[in-house]
Nanobody, 126 residues
């Protein structure tokens, strides 16, 4: 399985950014997906997760109301639309695929994800 995250970059506070994650290697539409991030000096944290069909999602409190996770199973691609960005959103963002979580709160758990992308840097300037 290969997960290729893209779309990161430098954005001003209040701006928007859309991250993409292109997946290959196993049937994308069969697996839940998630976004995590690691800020400088901090541990990796959950951002958002989505089940195989897109009808079950979970968000970190920090992402609710600002970020939207979605997927296009025809394109084998996961997305994270980020709006109203803040300097504290600065981090490396990772996409991941779960071989064990089907839907619900398990989407929040990093140990449910068995494949990880390389990460894309998002920097929000104040």
């Amino acid at each position: 399985v290969q997960l290729q995250a893209s779309g990161g970059g430098l954005v001003q506070a209040g701006g928007s950014r859309r991250l993409s994650c292109a997946a290959s290697g196993r049937t994308f539409s069969s697996y839940a997906m998630g976004w995590f991030r690691r800020a400088p000096g901090k541990e990796r944290e959950f951002v958002a997760g989505i089940n195989w069909g897109g009808d079950s999602t979970r968000y970190a409190d920090s992402a609710k109301g600002r970020f939207t996770i979605s997927r296009d199973n025809n394109k084998n691609t996961l997305y994270l639309q980020m709006n109203s960005l803040k300097p504290e959103d600065t981090a490396v963002y990772y996409c991941a695929q779960s071989g064990t979580c089907v839907a619900g709160d398990c989407l929040r758990n990093s140990w449910e994800y068995d494949y990880w992308g390389q990460g894309t840097q998002v920097t929000v300037s104040s």
